[in-house]
């Protein structure tokens, strides 16, 4: 736990918005019902994907799905930050982890850390159309299987390299068959789908 005596209050640094977007919590539901968090605010990281623990600072594999808020393409900021500013654009209804996140006691915020996660499954109905979708995918880029194809790369075959090259370019026509067959858009994917299996492998297989 971090812990600093001498400061009470947030003094607007910035600092923990520019680390990312929050992950939401079923608490959060309501900002994505009323339209407030759009799916094209949103990104879904599937359970299984590596991602940035920021408490281990270090690479984990996620064992819980959850829904972030997008970061700014290069700096990686939360998309609400306004860095001329330095402020959240969307302050009087920010997440739950917005909220907590004292950064000179973060107790609060670790109390909450993955536990009670907004997921897919909390917003769209299950037997729905898009639901069938989701189901679909997670049957043909499972993170099992991505994974595994990944880890087999330290064999050197090249066999395997092609069977990756064979998953993310399926994993591509999938995905422009979804933006054509039921009109949205590649932005709203990364939040019903997920991440392109391209980009969930790119720290696995590097220039593979
Ligand atoms: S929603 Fe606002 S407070 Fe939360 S990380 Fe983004 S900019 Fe910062």
């Known amino acids: 736990m971090h812990h600093n005596v001498t400061q009470k209050e947030c003094k607007r640094c910035g600092?923990?918005?520019?680390?990312?977007?929050?992950?939401?919590?079923?608490?959060?539901?309501?900002?994505?019902?009323?339209?407030?968090?759009?799916?094209s605010h949103l990104i879904?990281?599937?359970?299984?994907?590596?991602?940035?623990?920021?408490?281990?600072?270090?690479i984990v594999f996620l064992k819980k799905e959850l829904i972030k808020i997008r970061g700014q393409e290069k700096i990686g900021a939360c998309m609400f930050y306004d860095k001329d500013k330095n402020s959240?654009?969307?302050?009087?209804?920010?997440?739950?982890?917005?909220?907590?996140?004292?950064?000179?006691?973060?107790?609060?915020?670790?109390?909450?850390?993955?536990?009670?996660?907004?997921?897919?499954?909390?917003?769209?109905?299950?037997?729905?159309?898009?639901?069938?979708l989701i189901d679909r995918y997670e049957t043909l880029f499972g993170l099992e299987q991505l994974c595994a194809a990944a880890a087999d790369l330290a064999t050197g075959k090249s066999s395997i390299v092609n069977r990756l090259k064979v998953l993310i370019?399926?994993?591509?026509e999938f995905r422009r068959?979804?933006?054509?067959g039921f009109s949205?858009?590649?932005?709203?994917?990364?939040?019903?789908?997920?991440?392109?299996?391209?980009?969930?492998?790119?720290p696995m297989i590097g220039d593979s």
Not at 15 to 39: M, S
Not at 177 to 180: P, T
Not at 184 to 202: C, K, Q, T, Y
């Open 15 to 39: 600092k923990c918005c520019v680390a990312g977007g929050p992950a939401l919590h079923i608490e959060d539901r309501n900002l994505v019902v009323t339209g407030r968090l759009k799916p």
């Open 44 to 58: 879904t990281f599937r359970s299984g994907e590596p991602a940035y623990d920021p408490r281990g600072k270090r």
């Open 88 to 132: 959240c654009t969307v302050y009087s209804w920010r997440p739950l982890e917005c909220r907590l996140l004292k950064c000179w006691d973060t107790s609060e915020l670790e109390g909450v850390f993955m536990k009670d996660l907004l997921t897919r499954r909390h917003l769209i109905p299950d037997g729905s159309i898009l639901y069938t």
């Open 169 to 172: 370019d399926k994993d591509l």
């Open 177 to 180: 068959a979804v933006i054509r």
């Open 184 to 202: 949205i858009s590649s932005v709203d994917l990364d939040f019903f789908l997920g991440r392109p299996v391209s980009e969930i492998l790119a």
